[in-house]
């Protein structure tokens, strides 16, 4: 159970990034999670509930976005899709698959925000 | 009110990541071979660990070991029974090592630096999913299973046994009392991490300690540099 550690890093550079837009209101954080990534959606889900609490994402939606497992097949030479997280083959020729392209990643792709009310001048 | 996306595009873990890189490249520049050991509680890594510094220690080589634990200090202290120094990192709850839990042990460690090591092991806390995330910036992680835990747990955890470097079957002294499957355990971890390097071991007969030591051997570049 290390999404909590997941998402307290996420919450943490989120709201670094946010000195760049003083007064905005984060709307949406949108993450890209590799299937093979080891980390449960619905304890993402739970736990950022918990780590926004105080935060100025408070307000905020996670969106979830799942890369699959694709590999590069030495033998054929093709990339595709794993057929299986139990069975590292080769999708084309079925050859043993080593060299993982993608399902590993854990990352903030983009925040959705708000920009903070203009101030008129009375 | 306008809304807007801001594209970030960063690594959720950059920090560790960052951090790992800077070890690895120490780690590498001082010439120390670093192993990243990983199982469920209970597999026996302690236990295959204290052999192996044993042996190293009687071969007259230079090994050390950070030992993580949610709580206690047991495992070092039964560590050190094999007279290399040896570092309890307690997590006081957190699943898994971190690089930074790493650095700041090292930083700390009086009289023993990687500089002066051939070889530095580190004892992950006892747990088959939250320590794949975390680069310690180890050069081999080693995944752990016993003859006791099931022959399709490689199946069930395919993020640690697809990003291991080697694979070490435990407790094989007792293999056949248990009905342990060894083709089957052996075609699973390989299912998930084709043409890993699997090792057959038992700790208490010593069985397929010496085809492990011999595998440490060939692959510490200072041990190689010096022969």
Redesign the interface.
Known sequence: MHELSIVTSVVESVTESLANYPGARVLQVRLRVGALSAVIEDSLQFCYGIAIEGTPLAASKLVVNTVPVTVHCQACGRDGALPSLQHFHCPHCDAPATDVRTGRELEIESIEIEDAPEVVAP | ???????????????NDELARQLRARFEAAGVLVLNLVSSPGTGKTEFLQKTLTALRQQGLRAAALVGDLETDNDARRLAASGVPVRQINTHG???L?AEMVRTHLDTWDQTRPEDLDYLFIENVGNL??P???DLGERIRVALLSVTEGEDKP?KY???F??ADAAIITKIDIAEAVGFDREAAIRNI??????IRIFETSAKTGAGMPEWLDYLGKQCTKRLQRS
């Open positions: 009110m306008t809304t807007r996306i801001v594209e970030l595009r960063q690594g959720i873990l950059k920090k957190i699943c898994h971190e999913v939250c794949s995330s975390y199946l395919p993020t640690l697809n990003s390989r299912e998930i991490r084709p043409g």
